[in-house]
């Protein structure tokens, strides 16, 4: 027993180190997506403003996909294509030229950037497995295990889709950003010596609801992201659309003309989250076989299943609000970011501020 005691400490102890080690990478990784966005070219962007404008000002004429031809980049999640339209009336215009601008030294770091991602991650994904090794269990039984392994998870999906030739390196600065501080979060605030789990956890449904959750949310947020990021877009073609009124300045013209079109990053973000919600869907009624088997009955109000309960409703309500006349667009969008406030809150806020039957998951 001794020998197994010191085996798991040995685990849990090279488990930290590579999240270290990651954290270290994945801070080179968020430099090098810096000097991406830093080294894009400003005449490349400048072409594609230039388009944009013009295709604003004329969306219905029949020479406009051939003229942003030349300049514009991917359609996201699709195969390649320069003039996206998410719902009839829209604007039309082309996808910006990506973080680097279209330029090599741009494009270099980019690679540079995803190049140190991929170890980061390889870093990161050891340090949940040597977790998991060290307590002979799934690696999601407190918040510090489950806020490394939903970063890890969001960090593959970007990856995943970066390997299925998907134009979304524009997600990398953000995602970055965020998984640096997520995990100085878990190993400051929420660290939690390897240990084993109380008796209702002793189950496989731990495996599969928690699993469900962590790839839910992790999707969930590059949703979020893109809805983000589509606000800002979307009031800046707003603005070149209307040259009367006041125009965008230097700073928002060189970041947010490099991104895709706002309706890319609108259909990106419905394509996520519509995917995504049926597994937010099973994640709840898993959870609800697991409470029925551990507490005896299937919902008891927990403030953990009111709140997942609440992220749901506010899911389907932003699915809804996408097929219904009048909130579309920027509604719709405000409707995606709250549903995804509260599937944070369910997490940080529910576990931290709230006592529960969840409670012992700990910090």
Known sequence: ???????????????????YGAMAVYTLAFLAHMAEWVFG?????????????V??????TASAGATAKGGAGTAVLERPKVVTRSVAGSRDVPDGPGAAGGTEKGDLYGRIAISLTVLAWALHVGGVITRALSVQRAPWGNMYEFSTTFAAVAVGLFLLLLALKKNVRWIGLPLVTSVLLDLGLAVSVLYTASDQLVPALHSYWLWIHVSCAIISGAALYLGAVSTGLFL??????????????????????????????????DKFAYRINATVFPLWTFTIIAGAIWAE?????????????????????????????RATA??????????????????????YGVNIFVTGLHSYAGV
Not at 55 to 60: L, R, S, Y
């Open 1 to 19: 027993m001794n020998l197994a005691a010191a085996a798991n400490e040995t685990m849990a102890h090279n488990s930290n180190l590579l999240v």
């Open 41 to 53: 070219s400003r005449s490349k962007v400048g072409r594609t403003a230039a388009a944009l404008t």
């Open 55 to 60: 295709q604003a000002k004329a969306p219905a």
């Open 232 to 265: 800002f877009r979307d009031r800046h073609e707003a603005k070149l659309a209307d040259p009367t009124g006041k125009q965008p300045g230097a700073f928002a013209t060189s970041v947010l003309e490099r991104l895709p079109s706002a309706a890319s990053l």
């Open 293 to 321: 088997a551990a507490w005896g009955r299937y919902w008891g109000w927990d403030p953990k299943e009111v709140w997942s309960f609440i992220t749901w409703v506010a899911y389907a309500g932003y699915l809804h609000a």
């Open 326 to 347: 009048g909130w579309k667009g920027r509604k719709a969008a405000w409707l995606g970011l709250i549903a995804f406030l509260c599937y944070l809150f369910n997490y």
